[in-house]
């Protein structure tokens, strides 16, 4: 998921890190001084979530949960998505310091994305028709995501396209856990707290 | 494997690597982040291999310099590097050129091996840098320090409430988990996991929404209006303007040696 330094070339740098500071600079106007904790402390819960492994056969797979939150934050998603992936960067070594805007740009679109797509779903009444939407954009953005980081490789050369061809079928496990964990999250948020989702967090 | 990977990158609550101090501590901050950003720059940037291996053996030096954790620092780039050994083993395959061997009809170019090889150099670099001079300040004075090179401001602090709250949510997390161990859950590859890692998902979210308005309510309290305050002051010590002087002559080389590569 997370592509290194010195993989891509300089217009795929240069392309994706200007689209990601769009992005970013929608996101930091439609975010409130007092949205600040908000997004910070779902910022930290995106940043946890990458952290969980869950087991898969004999490997395992970790979650990534931008369609979750994109639902919840819409364009703020960029600047929160950015923040944790710099973090992870510097002090982990996740990715790299120059491919970070295309690395913030590629997970955080298709959370935009989901956004739009489960707007109206995502507040329906049913639970489950709700926890559907829900499972949709947690699928969804994954399916963007790697098809995102498939063209990134693809337009950086020739030599990468093999691989591109390949991130497509390597992320559809992921795909399937995420639509279940996304499944169970919204019905669970329906039900315990459906003001979370029902009021728009960020307005 | 994934349950130590779990546990030990959890923790993290915006501490710097664990390092001896060193001179390089003493360096401002903003010079740290400025000179290690030009480094990926120049480095990444970089189409001469002698350029990129000067690059990594610097960055050596400066890992060297900074005390860190040899055998930590080496495991985190290693773990990188297992994820780049699929590249070197592809690329020779999918690059046109000059034949090295021959596989199942298949023909791997020297071309595809360099190219793979300078990727692994070039990311390997830039982390080693990376570690030794900005994870090894404290996330919340490279939040500063982004703050001082004018970063905008709301993005900064979000990146501080993200290291405050990361150490509490994480908490949250794990006290979450505790509770279902205690139940007897273990993980597998099968529905009960995913909906009750889905649960335990949601219940999260529900809690940190739930935390941040308590957050803004005591901001609010104490008259928050938008404005956090900076309470270190930075200031370029003649040791700082040493060390720019040493790196910008450095890259300036490094530079050089790629336009001389690229006039051959």
Same mark, same amino acid.
């Not at chain 1, 079928?169 to 499944?183: C, G, K, L, T």
């Given at each position: 998921?997370?592509i290194?330094?010195g993989a891509l070339s300089a217009p795929v740098l240069a392309g994706g890190a200007l689209l990601a500071?769009?992005? !970013?600079? %929608?996101?930091?106007?439609?975010?409130?001084?007092?949205?600040?904790?908000?997004?910070?402390?779902?910022?930290?819960?995106?940043?946890?979530?990458?952290?969980?492994?869950?087991?898969?056969?004999?490997?395992?797979?970790?979650?990534?949960?931008?369609?979750?939150?994109?639902?919840?934050?819409?364009?703020?998603?960029?600047?929160?998505?950015?923040?944790?992936?710099?973090?992870?960067?510097?002090?982990?070594?996740?990715?790299?310091?120059l491919v970070?805007g295309v690395n913030?740009l590629n997970?955080?679109l298709?959370?935009?994305?989901?956004?739009?797509?489960?707007?109206?779903?995502?507040?329906?009444?049913?639970?489950?028709?709700?926890?559907?939407?829900?499972? !949709?954009?947690?699928?969804?953005?994954?399916?963007?995501t790697s098809i995102m980081v498939a063209f990134s490789l693809a337009l950086s050369g020739e030599s990468f396209v093999l691989a591109a061809k390949?991130v497509l079928?390597?992320? %559809?496990?992921?795909?399937?856990?995420?639509?279940?964990?996304?499944?169970?999250?919204?019905?669970? %948020?329906?039900?315990?707290?459906?003001?979370? !989702?029902?009021?728009?967090? %960020?307005? | 494997?994934?349950?130590?990977?779990?546990?030990?990158?959890?923790?993290?609550?915006?501490?710097?690597?664990?390092?001896?101090?060193?001179?390089?501590?003493?360096?401002?901050?903003?010079?740290?982040?400025?000179?290690?950003?030009?480094?990926?720059?120049?480095?990444?940037?970089?189409?001469?291999?002698?350029?990129?291996?000067?690059?990594?053996?610097?960055?050596?030096?400066?890992?060297?310099?900074?005390?860190?954790?040899?055998?930590?620092?080496?495991?985190?780039?290693?773990?990188?590097?297992?994820?780049?050994?699929?590249?070197?083993?592809?690329?020779?395959?999918t690059?046109?050129?000059?034949?090295?061997?021959?596989?199942?009809?298949?023909?791997?170019?020297?071309?595809?091996?360099?190219?793979?090889?300078?990727?692994?150099?070039?990311?390997?670099?830039?982390?080693?840098?990376?570690?030794?001079?900005?994870?090894?300040?404290?996330?919340?004075?490279?939040?500063?320090?982004?703050?001082?090179?004018?970063?905008?401001?709301?993005?900064?602090?979000?990146?501080?409430?993200?290291?405050?709250?990361?150490?509490?949510?994480?908490?949250?997390?794990?006290?979450?988990?505790?509770?279902?161990?205690?139940?007897?859950?273990?993980?597998?590859?099968?529905?009960?996991?995913?909906?009750?890692?889905?649960?335990?998902?949601?219940?999260?979210?529900?809690?940190?929404?739930?935390?941040?308005?308590?957050?803004?309510?005591?901001?609010?309290?104490?008259?928050?209006?938008?404005?956090?305050?900076?309470?270190?002051?930075?200031?370029?010590?003649?040791?700082?303007?040493?060390?720019?002087?040493?790196?910008?002559?450095?890259?300036?080389?490094?530079?050089?040696?790629?336009?001389?590569?690229?006039?051959?």
């Amino acid at each position: 998921m997370h592509i290194v330094d010195g993989a891509l070339s300089a217009p795929v740098l240069a392309g994706g890190a200007l689209l990601a500071i769009v992005g !970013i600079f %929608i996101g930091l106007k439609k975010m409130d001084y007092d949205q600040l904790p908000l997004v910070g402390v779902l910022a930290s819960v995106f940043f946890i979530a990458s952290y969980i492994h869950l087991p898969l056969g004999f490997s395992s797979v970790h979650l990534i949960m931008n369609g979750l939150l994109g639902i919840l934050l819409g364009w703020v998603a960029f600047p929160a998505l950015l923040v944790a992936l710099l973090l992870q960067v510097i002090f982990f070594g996740f990715g790299g310091l120059l491919v970070l805007g295309v690395n913030t740009l590629n997970i955080a679109l298709p959370a935009v994305f989901m956004y739009y797509l489960c707007y109206r779903g995502i507040r329906h009444d049913s639970a489950k028709v709700a926890a559907i939407w829900g499972a !949709i954009g947690g699928a969804g953005a994954i399916v963007i995501t790697s098809i995102m980081v498939a063209f990134s490789l693809a337009l950086s050369g020739e030599s990468f396209v093999l691989a591109a061809k390949a991130v497509l079928p390597a992320h %559809i496990p992921i795909m399937v856990v995420e639509a279940f964990v996304s499944y169970s999250a919204v019905y669970l %948020i329906h039900s315990v707290k459906p003001d979370a !989702i029902h009021r728009d967090l %960020i307005s | 494997m994934s349950q130590g990977l779990e546990h030990s990158l959890t923790s993290w609550s915006g501490q710097a690597l664990k390092h001896q101090s060193s001179w390089i501590d003493e360096l401002d901050a903003r010079v740290r982040v400025v000179c290690a950003a030009l480094f990926a720059l120049v480095v990444v940037s970089s189409v001469s291999f002698v350029a990129v291996l000067l690059g990594l053996s610097f960055a050596f030096f400066v890992v060297k310099a900074s005390k860190l954790n040899i055998k930590r620092t080496l495991r985190r780039v290693v773990a990188m590097d297992l994820f780049m050994l699929t590249l070197i083993c592809v690329l020779p395959f999918t690059t046109p050129g000059d034949t090295m061997f021959t596989l199942f009809g298949l023909s791997a170019s020297w071309q595809g091996l360099t190219h793979a090889l300078l990727i692994t150099l070039k990311a390997n670099a830039v982390l080693l840098v990376l570690f030794s001079l900005v994870a090894t300040m404290s996330a919340s004075t490279f939040g500063h320090a982004l703050a001082h090179l004018k970063v905008p401001d709301k993005l900064v602090h979000l990146l501080l409430f993200l290291v405050r709250y990361l150490d509490v949510i994480s908490q949250e997390y794990k006290k979450m988990r505790r509770a279902m161990q205690a139940r007897a859950f273990v993980m597998g590859t099968n529905f009960h996991t995913w909906k009750s890692i889905g649960y335990l998902f949601g219940m999260l979210l529900i809690r940190s929404i739930e935390r941040a308005e308590r957050i803004l309510g005591a901001m609010k309290c104490r008259g928050f209006c938008g404005r956090f305050y900076l309470n270190d002051e930075m200031k370029i010590t003649p040791l700082d303007r040493r060390f720019s002087a040493f790196f910008s002559c450095f890259l300036i080389l490094l530079i050089g040696i790629n336009v001389d590569d690229l006039l051959q």
